[in-house]
Structure formats: structure tokens, C-alpha cells
């Protein structure tokens, strides 16, 4: 199975940009034969799951549209990770974010590795 790891800071101020990278256990031929589809997801507190955005491939990006005026999202396969940058934070941006993988290359595949999270919290 492959492994995934979430990490970036725990603290971010608002209207500053969130930074998180997701360091996967994959070789960049594997990513680049776009097998698989990535995401980012969060949880807020006391709320569900929100999908954030995903990449394919190298460079096909999806982002959920409540975001994605804010949201980037793109792979450094020179060091196999992906990464989540999300703009003009604000405290409703605090959540758990987690980085997975889907099973396929789409995003209606389901998610067959998940990372463990990590806390972001956007406060001064």
C-alpha cells in the first residue's frame, strides 16, 4: 500500500497562505503515468469531510468550486510530493487536512490511502 504524510505548519495567520505538502511513496514514472488521482481534503471542527481540490497526472488540477479562487494545487516530482496551497486564509479555514490517493485515475474512484492529517489553525 502506498504510504502518504501530510506536514506543513500548525499555525498560520489570517490572510496569509497556507502551505502543506503531502510526501508520497511513489516513483515520479508512477505519477506521471497519471494512474491515480490525488486530493486534498479537510475537516473542520465539529464538521464532515470537504473536498478541496486534486491532481492527476502531472498537471490536470480539480478544485471544489467554494475554493478554488483560493486554491493551487501541483506535484514536485523531482522529490515526490504535492502540494496544497490555499490563499487569503481565515479562521473558517481551520481543520484537519488530509492528503489521499484514489484507487484510479478519476475523482469518483474511491480513496484506497489516506495520511494520518495534520492540525491547521488560522489564528493570530
Known amino acids: 500500500q502506498v504510504q502518504v504524510q501530510e506536514s506543513g505548519p ?3 495567520k489570517p490572510s496569509q ?19 491515480y488521482c490525488w486530493s486534498w481534503i479537510r475537516q473542520p471542527p465539529g464538521k464532515g469531510l470537504e473536498w478541496v481540490g486534486a491532481i492527476a497526472g502531472y498537471d490536470i488540477t480539480y478544485y471544489n ?6 486554491t493551487s494545487v501541483s506535484w514536485d516530482t523531482s522529490k515526490s510530493y504535492f502540494t496544497l496551497q490555499l490563499n487569503s486564509v481565515t479562521p473558517e479555514d481551520t481543520a484537519v487536512y488530509y492528503c489521499a490517493r484514489a484507487s484510479g485515475p478519476f475523482l469518483t474512484d474511491p480513496y484506497d490511502s489516506w495520511g494520518q ?4 489553525t488560522v489564528s493570530l
Request: aromatic letters at 0%.
Open 10 to 12: 500548525g499555525l498560520v
Open 17 to 35: 497562505t497556507l502551505s502543506l505538502t503531502c510526501t508520497v511513496s511513489v516513483s515520479a514514472d508512477s505519477i506521471a503515468a497519471g494512474s
Open 65 to 70: 468550486p467554494s475554493l478554488k479562487s483560493r
Open 117 to 120: 492529517g495534520t492540525q491547521v
